[in-house]
């Protein structure tokens, strides 16, 4: 049922960018550039653990740059990809955070298993 | 000056539709002018909500979903209601990190979500009936008690 399959009107919004996927090495960069909710959870869900699996990711860094709203969903997408590395020694950070993002996090001691940087190149430096 | 207001909006338990539903509740809660702090708050609270009907309430079928608001001088109330299976065990789905739909990656922090961020919350529900959830927030309120923030809290 959740997937994320749409009638193609509602598909994709004109004049914004969808959220991009980004390879450097064994660091997938996810930058969003939506608000993180349910419905496009489930979207970059499915995006990222395909690219996951076919590229033999290690790291995953979030850019929340052009992501100003998060909500619980959130927090699953993030938990989520963070069960699929940590057996193979990977790590997951997020960048760019915004206060009110920032608040989520705080609020579910999300902190306690991911990194925040200011910077995706910042959080690329200290993962390679 | 009377200041009370309402609205009624009836939509689809479609997953666009909760980003249409904090987008419509931030727009009526503008006229209390409240902070960006405290329309985050309400915009998460909704947006949990009402993916709560989406994923819980109807699951695989599409059904109605009725959000009422009020505003009551510097009151908030917002209404989300849903006409689906409803909650057996409305202390346990409120636990914070429980939830029923692992396999969908849910966090189980919905409700948590709600509790802080709004100032009350009830939750409602009827075994195959439904589920209503009613929560409020008095806006302004920082700006008089000065800033106490409920952050810092951990739920891991």
């Known amino acids: 049922m959740q997937n994320g399959k749409m009638h193609p009107k509602f598909e994709k919004k004109p004049g914004k960018e969808e959220t991009s996927y980004e390879i450097n090495q064994r660091c997938l960069i996810i930058r969003l550039n939506d608000e993180l909710d349910h419905h496009n959870a489930v979207k970059i869900k499915e995006k990222a653990d395909r690219i996951i699996e076919r590229n033999h990711i290690k790291h995953i860094i979030f850019d929340f740059s052009g992501a100003n709203f998060m909500d619980s969903a959130g927090i699953g997408v993030i938990m989520g990809r963070y069960k699929k590395v940590i057996f193979i020694g990977g790590k997951i950070a997020v960048a760019s955070v915004n206060s009110t993002v920032d608040r989520i996090f705080r609020m579910s001691g999300l902190y306690k298993i991911i990194n925040k940087y200011d910077t995706v190149e910042a959080a690329l430096n200290h993962l390679k | 000056m009377d200041n009370t207001n309402r609205m009624v909006l009836e939509f689809e338990s479609r997953s666009q ?68 299976r409803g909650i057996e065990d409305i202390d346990k789905a409120m636990e914070p990190l429980y939830t029923s739909r692992p396999e969908l990656e849910r966090s189980g922090m919905g409700f948590s979500f709600m509790e802080a961020f709004m100032d009350e919350l009830e939750v409602e529900s009827i075994p195959g009936q439904g589920t209503l959830v009613r929560m409020k927030k008095t806006i302004g309120k920082e700006a008089i008690k000065g800033f106490t923030n409920q952050t810092g809290q951990s739920a891991i």
Do not use: W
């Open chain 2, 17 to 84: 539709n909760e980003s249409f539903a904090r987008t419509v509740v931030a727009a009526f809660v503008a006229a209390l002018d409240p902070t960006i702090e405290e329309l985050a708050d309400i915009k998460t609270a909704v947006s949990e909500a009402v993916t709560n009907c989406i994923i819980h309430g109807y699951g695989d079928k599409i059904g109605i979903i009725t959000m009422r608001c009020y505003i009551q001088d510097n009151e908030l109330t917002v209404e989300v209601e849903d006409k689906g």
